[in-house]
Nanobody, 127 residues
């Protein structure tokens, strides 16, 4: 099993920045992909960024590309963070990190592919 714990987030005005982080523990050798998802009230959960744990390659959805950056800890290669810049009100939501066994190879993430999830952390962007 894999355990994921998010931290960070908070409230900021449009144009500001926030960072969310995810600490991973357990059977980390089984993780092929780390993803960040978000869910706004009344909307479906959507993937925003992912990191292939084997190659280190990163993937972004179009609506966050150039504004968000996913990265991993230099020492512990499995912990990931999401730096969010130039935030917009539509970025508001609960942000989750998740892990899958399969390596991620594209920007679109299927929630069904991710087995383990963190508890989520709130990000609120005001206009």
């Amino acid at each position: 099993q894999v355990q994921l714990v998010e931290s960070g987030g908070g409230s900021v005005e449009a144009g500001g920045s926030l960072r969310v982080s995810c600490v991973v523990s357990g059977d980390t050798s089984s993780v092929g992909c780390m993803g960040w998802f978000r869910q706004a009230p009344g909307k479906e959960r959507e993937g925003v960024a992912s990191l292939n744990t084997l190659s280190g390659r990163t993937y972004y959805r179009d609506f966050v590309a150039g504004r968000f950056t996913i990265s991993r800890d230099n020492a512990k290669k499995i912990d990931v963070s999401l730096q969010m810049d130039a935030l917009k009100p539509e970025d508001t939501g609960t942000y989750y990190c998740a892990s899958s066994r399969a390596l991620c190879r594209r920007s679109y993430l299927e929630t069904e592919d991710f087995v383990y999830w963190g508890q989520g952390t709130q990000v609120t962007v005001s206009s």
